[in-house]
């Protein structure tokens, strides 16, 4: 396979990854010793892993979307409750989907790829909905919070393709279009309200109920069984790395207490603050370029 080692160019960078330290040669050490302790390694991904590919995180200083932009996740109440929230969220969808769908992979993605094919990385825990993980080949993976790429039925727990359902909803809108703005990490965007009030919302060609991007809005909760399976590959580990997340969210910072109780050796690799700041060893830089100085510096890890 091969490493891409930017997906975006210098001009974007600057516009999706915050102000960040260089990479120094401790910084290389510290993360190429963790790897190579490593036998059975657990990764968790959150948004900031995705930055280098094009796509916004939430919370990063100046550039997260949070700070860029007025974007607030759809709420799950609202969602099922009012069909004028469910309208307004499926045509910023639509307008947005086919750019979410059309990110790659960057470098980290490919990575930790790679590290699975060694056999080295036991389990791979991502927050992210954006499947780019899943694109760089990834299969022994757990996406905590869903994905974009599927639909489920809130009636009758049909589930279909995301692309799928995007010829659906161009088939019911033949005339409807709409340029979207700023893109969040969810797959949001901001389409002006004219353009929403004409949109014709999706239903379930089977029971004609609710249709819901198969993921975990802001006030759900993630499922019972898929918390039980990611607690039980990270009891299996024997270490613990997490790349681009601040785990703000307790959905991801119960994963990394849990490891530290347990004594797994942890790292952190983030620019700015994260939850578990207090209890694992950082590295703050940008991602792409760590992963890049490892394999260019020939690294016993470098697979």
Not at 223 to 251: M, R
Request: proline share 5%; hydrophobic share 40%; charged share 20%.
């Amino acid at each position: 396979m091969k490493m891409v080692l930017l997906s975006v160019t210098v001009a974007q960078l600057r516009k999706y990854v915050p102000p960040h330290k260089l990479v120094t040669f401790d910084d290389l050490l510290r993360l190429e010793r963790f790897l190579l302790k490593a036998r059975k390694l657990f990764v968790m991904t959150g948004a900031g892993i995705s930055t280098e590919s094009g796509i916004r995180d939430y919370r990063s200083e100046g550039v997260g979307i949070y700070a860029a932009t007025n974007h607030r996740p759809v709420i799950y109440a609202d969602f099922l409750r009012s069909a004028v929230v469910r309208q307004r969220y499926w045509a910023r969808n639509t307008a947005a989907w086919p750019l979410f769908s059309s990110f790659e992979p960057n470098i980290a993605h490919n990575y930790l790829s790679l590290l699975e094919r060694k056999n080295k990385l036991h389990w791979l825990l991502t927050q992210n909905v954006d499947r780019l993980h899943q694109k760089a080949g990834s299969t022994r993976i757990t996406e905590l919070h869903g994905s974009m790429f599927s639909v489920v039925c809130l009636g009758c727990n049909l589930v279909i393709p995301r692309q799928a359902l995007q010829e659906k909803i161009y088939a019911e809108n033949p005339n409807w279009s709409a340029t979207p703005d700023e893109l969040a990490p969810d797959g949001d965007v901001f389409v002006a309200e004219e353009k929403t009030r004409t949109f014709r919302a999706p239903s379930c060609d089977v029971c004609g109920g609710i249709l819901k991007p198969d993921v975990v809005f802001f006030g759900d909760t993630v499922p019972k069984q898929k918390v039980e399976i990611v607690t039980q590959k990270l009891l299996e580990s024997d270490s613990l790395l997490v790349i681009g997340s601040s785990l703000q969210t307790y959905s991801s910072y119960r994963h990394v207490h849990h490891g530290v109780e347990k004594d797994l050796p942890t790292l952190i690799i983030n620019i700015g603050p994260t939850r578990a700041d207090n209890l694992a060893d950082k590295i703050e830089c940008r991602i792409g370029e760590m992963f890049s100085w490892l394999i260019d510096s020939n690294s016993l890890v470098h697979v």
